[in-house]
């Protein structure tokens, strides 16, 4: 008798462990098609081959809902897409692998760190808006370095770089860090209050 019981036990337990595997694999898939999305909303302008897009904040909220891990996976997961030529990547952009290699693509790279990042600070403490909104801006420190490298290293020019990739986007950025912290802070009240 007592064999069978263990027996429930470990299927229990199986059942338990395939349940929370099917929901993490859920949630970077789902963190992944949030930011393909994001990266449908897209404005070019003039004078820089890098377009306003709404993209940077699905990274900063995936990783600031997700956490560090599922939300660097999330991201690595849709730089896997883009590059397998899924058109998760801003229509603007060639797609594919060129679009890794062109004018956004250190922005792009840098992706799955800047949700880590994000994540990673908001897990570190007590969840609120103003480290939801710290762990954005450093994720964003983050971004501008890969991106603003990448465009130096194919301008040959800093200053080119600067000018095509940072001071178009600084205010739309801080808006977006603002956001995705107001939006992760009211989730966290969320999910504290259900408890």
Do not use: D
């Amino acid at each position: 008798m007592a064999k069978p019981a263990v027996q429930t036990l470990s299927t229990s337990q199986e059942r338990i462990f395939a349940f929370n595997a099917t929901r993490q694999v859920a949630l970077v898939v789902g963190g992944s098609l949030v930011v393909a999305l994001c990266a449908r909303i897209t404005i070019p302008l003039p004078g820089t081959p890098v377009p306003l897009t709404v993209q940077n904040f699905g990274v900063l909220l995936v990783g600031l809902l997700l956490g560090s891990r599922r939300g660097f996976a999330a991201l690595a997961l849709y730089l896997a897409e883009g590059a397998m030529g899924m058109p998760v990547f801003s229509p603007t952009g060639p797609g594919g692998i060129a679009q890794l290699l062109g004018p956004t693509g250190g922005f792009l790279l840098a992706y799955p760190l800047v949700a880590w990042m994000a994540g990673f600070i908001v897990e570190r403490g007590r969840k609120s808006f103003a480290r939801a909104a710290l762990g954005g801006l450093l994720g964003e420190v983050l971004l501008f370095t890969g991106g603003l490298t990448w465009l130096a290293v194919l301008t040959h020019s800093v200053a080119q770089a600067f000018r095509w990739g940072l001071y178009w986007f600084v205010f739309a950025e801080v808006i977006k860090v603002m956001m995705a912290a107001g939006i992760a802070a009211r989730w966290q009240r969320r999910l504290e209050a259900q408890r």
